[in-house]
């Protein structure tokens, strides 16, 4: 009987070229992060490479506006989570178990960061309901008459494209109204590490007939490094902030409409300031014009028939306007019975972000890139020597 034959070990397989292997990393979908950590899992070369800051701003270029990987808000139901995934993003196990801050009230979300107040310790939070890291401001740093919070970028109008941006370093802006024989609009920045206050180089004084002037509670839209946040009296309050530091407070009245219904404040198409104003079931998109001269004025550049696109089962079934996400360009809009709908203002596609009873009335959605590089720290920028403390 012949002796078995004995084969030859296998060669181990070979090694993808690296400019091969990044492009094909650079094709895994921005949706799915998933497979973004089993791809970093595979060997240390992937992950290297998923890591690599080069790659990382390669992929953001290529997959082009940040998605909207889910929404934030306030539920009826408080025993809910506040951060409530999109029905298409896959979030990862890892990540999925962090701390959803139930008994927390959501304030704002802003480049990769979402800002909450936790009633039981009485701080402000800011957390990445992605990767779970948080930050806490204690409240005693912050006083009681500011109403409105927004938290950002500390580089934010210094160059910034807010893409990547989200383990750097942050600021909280809060805004509010004095009552006394006239209104008294201030605000001021903290950093979200030091808690440091910088007050703004001067205060805002309104005068009323009838009705004090007050904020809408809502997010405000962050356009050419300046905060809108809607108030009332048909105006948006604009909070103006260069290089981390907070300058005049000033007023711009909206066009004088009739049925100008709800208001949301965003960036318009072309980068300048504008609006969303739902009536009934008409969506109008506003954009403010400078003109020749250094005159401003309002032109509705867009109305959207809702009917057309939203599965409204009977026409007199409400729909509010509910956010608008920053950076994808995607109006929310939430109907009687729980559904929520992503309209994207380019395309007018429709998809179905979520649905369920006790959704909150403001919805804030969150816009991020997710990679496996979001739970690495951030890697030192020239924003950072003068924009303050790292988040």
Not at 122 to 147: L, M, N
Not at 251 to 256: F, G, H, R
């Amino acid at each position: 009987m012949a002796p078995p034959t004995t084969s030859a070990p296998m060669a181990p397989p070979r090694e993808l070229i690296p400019d091969a292997l990044a492009e094909i990393l650079l094709r895994l979908p921005p949706s799915d992060p998933a497979s973004l950590v089993r791809a970093s899992a595979v060997c240390k070369p992937w992950l290297r490479t998923l890591t690599d800051p080069a790659f990382l701003r390669r992929y953001r270029a290529f997959h082009g506006a940040p998605l909207v990987l889910g929404f934030l808000h306030n539920p009826d139901d408080h025993d809910l989570p506040r951060f409530v995934p999109d029905a298409a993003f896959r979030q990862p196990r890892a990540t999925a178990a962090a701390a959803d801050h139930r008994k927390c009230c959501v304030l704002d979300c802003r480049h990769g960061r979402a800002l909450l107040y936790d009633f039981r310790s009485c701080e402000f939070v800011a957390w990445d309901p992605i990767t779970g890291r948080e930050s806490r401001i204690p409240d005693k740093k912050v006083p009681g008459v500011y109403t409105n919070h927004t938290v950002l970028c500390a580089a934010a109008g210094a160059g910034c494209d807010h893409s990547g941006c989200g383990g750097g370093p942050f600021l909280m802006a809060s805004v509010g109204v004095f009552r006394s024989d006239f209104d008294q609009v201030d605000g001021d920045l903290f950093s979200l590490e030091t808690g440091a206050r910088i007050p703004p180089t001067d205060s805002l004084y309104l005068e009323y007939d009838r009705y004090a002037y007050s904020l809408e509670v809502q997010p405000a839209a962050l356009v050419g490094g300046a905060l809108y946040f809607v108030g009332s009296h048909g105006t948006l309050l604009r909070y103006k902030i260069l290089c981390g530091r907070p300058l005049l407070l000033s007023l711009v009245k909206l066009p004088k409409r009739k049925h100008l219904g709800s208001v949301v404040a965003m960036e318009a198409e072309d980068g300048k300031l504008g609006f969303a104003s739902l009536y009934r079931y008409s969506l109008h998109l506003w954009s403010r014009e400078i003109g020749t001269e250094g005159d401003a004025s309002w032109v509705e550049r867009r109305v959207i028939d809702l009917k057309k696109l939203l599965p409204i089962g009977s026409p007199k079934s409400p729909v509010c306007l509910s956010g608008f996400a920053q950076g994808a360009d995607v109006v929310l809009v939430r109907t009687d019975d729980g559904a929520v709908f992503a309209i994207d203002l380019k395309s007018l596609q429709v998809r179905k972000v979520h649905e369920m009873d006790g959704v909150g009335r403001c919805i804030i959605p969150y816009v991020s890139f997710y990679t496996p590089a979001s739970g690495v720290p951030r890697i030192s920028t020239k924003y950072d020597q003068c924009l303050g403390p790292k988040f």
